[in-house]
């Protein structure tokens, strides 16, 4: 059996929800813990395996079901050795339930890399020490770690970039996929593939069926979401998904604004991740069904309105819009809590919106109702 499977439950249109299966996890002291995972999903990311501000009993409560870490940063601090150690990601920073680690390859393309055929060197960010990652030593690193699922390391190449540019990007993460999937060893950890391409359509489906035939346990689709305009990613991801196997997850790498989520979804797309609801909350922004509201105005002095009372979720409604304004002008770190947990839980509401609208079939109408404010 597979280490992670998709039973599509329900569609509309391009649109589908359903259940992902990853095998069950003993969750760091918390006992075993189920291995379902409703899409489509979101991911909080957290770098450093924590998300700023939040601890993981905060996130078992808003709902989370994966977190995202970094391999990068997890590899050069604390080390591959001490998570290993620990027991892996997961119990290392208590969390119950699943995780996903990137390859750490978006992370170094800013750092200016060497790379070859054989990987990429750089230089850490910590120490200034040489630091060299092969696709044999992503998944080495990875699945030390104890991710449930594992990316390959791939190439990104930066916006804009020539045809010549991205089709190079393109053909070296494949070459790369390749011997990742040969090196992968863990029947109990998922391995995915990258599809690449720029917003260069026939690229990405060259690369979707070029990736899958190198054989997934599920697809990302990276590349995306770094600036380009939307009528130029949703394409790109239309691209992809159309050749990806439907009973395969499919993985927006990066994307996480309520327009962007709700087209590619639209597209047929299931798991997202992204730093942007933490570190607008970090800047004194919430996320609401009013759009982004900047919490610093001072039209907000003495706003005696929840952050969002069309959010279930307590942190969404306890505090006043001029309590948590007061908190953000007098650099109370509080403030920068307060937001996190509600930009977290607004967007697991909207994400769970989608899938109670794909079952009634109306996703059309709520995609509608949503990019009337965000788009």
Known sequence: MRPVQLDVEATDGLARTGRMHLPPRLGGGHGEVSGLVETPTFMPVGTRAAVKHLTSADLDELGAEIVLGNTYHLMLRPGVD????????????????????????????????????????????????????????????????????QMVLDICSPLPSSEPVIRDAMEQTLRWAERARAVHTCPDQALFGIVQGGVDLPMRVESAQRTVEIGFDGYGIGGLSVGEERDQ???????ATEHLPADRPRYVMGLGDPAGLLGAVANGADIFDCVLPTRLARHGTALTSEGRLNLKNARFATADEPLDASC???????????????????????AARILTLHNLAWLFHLVSRMRDAIRAGTFDALRREVLDVWG
């Open 82 to 149: 001490v998570v290993e150690k620990m027991g892996g990601l997961g119990t290392f920073q208590s969390w119950p339930r699943h995780t996903l680690t990137d390859s750490g390859g978006y992370q170094i393309l800013s750092l200016e890399p060497k790379i070859t055929e054989e990987g990429a060197t750089f230089f850490s960010t910590y120490d200034g020490d040489k630091v060299f990652l092969s696709p044999e030593k992503a998944v080495e690193v990875q699945q030390a770690i104890g991710a449930d699922i």
């Open 233 to 239: 990613m949703l394409p790109a991801i239309a691209a």
């Open 312 to 334: 279930p979720h307590p942190a969404s409604q306890r505090w006043s819009r001029a309590y948590v304004r007061h908190l953000l002008v007098t650099k109370e770190p509080t």
